[in-house]
């Protein structure tokens, strides 16, 4: 365990479903971030956020909407999201927003039908 | 656009063996290398690192290599263990500004039979 936690550890939506992922870390760490990995890509940076303020937002489809109420807690809302969209959803936290210093929680994996 | 990539995406090796992983790197400007471990069923996990300013780095059975002039980073594993089998990627960024918005490459899966 690295101490960085997310649930729903799987989820299934339609297209017009809304859905929110959980990611929840206790370590202290003031950046945390949001990566998409697919089957037929790398991973994808989508969202950072350091000391609860959005500083990269990587040119993600609105229909991705990301919150961060503390440093302990980061959401993903979802909605009227593409079958394209199906991948493992991954939350990482770090110190001070060093690659080196991320840990990553175990991922959602998200199915769009 | 800018594009890690890997060039071998299976590797199967013995128990024991050394192995070596490869990745090739586009963006001239990336100044910091990152390759990860990710067991199927959990997230990615920090190996080793290395900057631009070093050629190699070695770690607890790792080594990592960066030849500039071929935009080309390698991961040494000696003596693989079973427990090394688990997609290995790298990862480029370029730090000055201090930004470190990364970009991956696609992964090798390590194969290691007993």
């Known amino acids: 365990e690295t101490g960085v936690t997310q649930t729903p550890r799987h989820l299934v939506m339609g297209m017009t479903n809304k859905k929110s992922l959980k990611c929840e870390q206790h370590l202290g760490h003031n950046a945390m971030y949001w990566y998409k990995q697919s089957a037929k890509k790398p991973l994808e940076l989508m969202f950072v956020y350091s000391l609860e303020e959005r500083v990269e937002n990587n040119s993600v489809p609105s229909r991705f909407s990301p919150e961060c109420p503390n440093s302990s807690h980061l959401f993903l809302h979802l909605h009227t999201l593409q079958p394209e969209d199906s991948a493992l959803y991954l939350c990482a936290s770090s110190p001070r927003g060093g690659l080196d210093t991320q840990y990553f929680g175990p991922g959602t994996r998200l199915t769009v039908l | 656009g800018e594009s890690v990539g890997l060039h071998l995406p299976t590797l199967s090796v013995q128990e024991g063996d050394n192995s070596i992983i490869n990745c090739a790197y586009s963006n001239s400007a990336s100044d910091y290398f990152i390759w990860y471990k990710q067991e199927s069923g959990k997230g990615p996990q920090f190996i080793i690192d290395?900057?631009?300013?070093?050629d190699k780095r070695q770690g607890q059975r790792v080594t990592v290599l960066l030849n500039k002039t071929v935009k080309h980073l390698s991961l040494q594993i000696a003596a693989t263990q079973p427990g090394d089998s688990a997609v290995y990627f790298c990862?480029?960024?370029?730090?000055?500004?201090?930004?470190?918005?990364?970009?991956f490459g696609r992964g090798t899966s390590l194969i290691v039979h007993p």
């Open positions: 290395i900057r631009s300013n070093m």
């Open positions: 990862a480029e960024s370029i730090t000055s500004g201090g930004s470190y918005i990364p970009t």
